[in-house]
């Protein structure tokens, strides 16, 4: 049961042009959006106790989906590989080690906090292959890459957050070559009244009252309606197919309270 918050991840905020540099990462200079700036401004204070909450709540189950997200993706050693929304960076440093020094990973995320988390992770544990990494401050609904530029993309614990996600799908289904796949993992929205009961009253009763601990108590609130507010499997499925997506399949994990959508282009 306590699976449940394994990871809150990033939002985008509006486009806009790249810019500037700051501490081990690239950045895009973003416009406002009201909804997107809050959001900008959720992550950037659950940053710092991120990682910790993370273990914690999920008993370190979050690691083994996004083992499983990872692999899904088909990412090989050699490839050029996205990973957005990346927050402080866990799938990223999985996708370094499949690609290997021949290969490169973007890891794109709105928040420069969580980049700094991620940046700074890179230098504490720090592998040969890490140096393939490249932290990079940007929009999901605006990625500053060419058409048919990545083998593979992850998204972990993002999507869901994302205002405009016809848009952020349309925009994964340009930057993927032909035949390479997107793998994205976030919570489930069940369609079982069973699982829909035990997300919420795990959130009310456990992932609420520990992060009130750090004071956080209203960014972890709204970890309940970004659930219900998001798409169920067959509505993920749909939706990378009218973004031109060829093959799309969602797969529950974690006993139903995890799901990972696997789309080919």
Known sequence: MAALAAAISAAPAAPGPAARRRRGFAAV?????????ERQAL?????????HLNDVLSLGQHRTWKRICVSWSRAKRGDRVLDLCCGSGDLAFLLSQKVGLDGQVMAVDFSSQQLQTAASRQDQHWKPCYKNIK?????????PFA?????AVT???????VVDKPKAMRELFRVLKPGSRASILDFNKSSSL???????WMIDNVVVPLASGYGLTEEYKY???????????????????????SAAKHYELGGGLMGDLVATR
Do not use: H, M
């Open 147 to 151: 058409d048919c530029y990545f083998d």
């Open 43 to 51: 992550f950037s204070r659950i940053a710092p106790v991120y990682d």
């Open 194 to 200: 069973f699982t829909t009961s035990l997300q919420s």
């Open 135 to 143: 932290w990079i401050e940007g929009d999901a609904l605006d990625l």
């Open 223 to 245: 970890l309940k309606s970004s659930i219900l507010q998001y798409l169920t499997g067959k509505e993920l499925e749909e939706l990378a197919r009218e973004a031109g997506f």
């Open 155 to 161: 998204v972990g614990y993002g999507l869901r957050n």
């Open 29 to 37: 200079r973003c416009g406002s959006s009201s909804v997107a700036d």
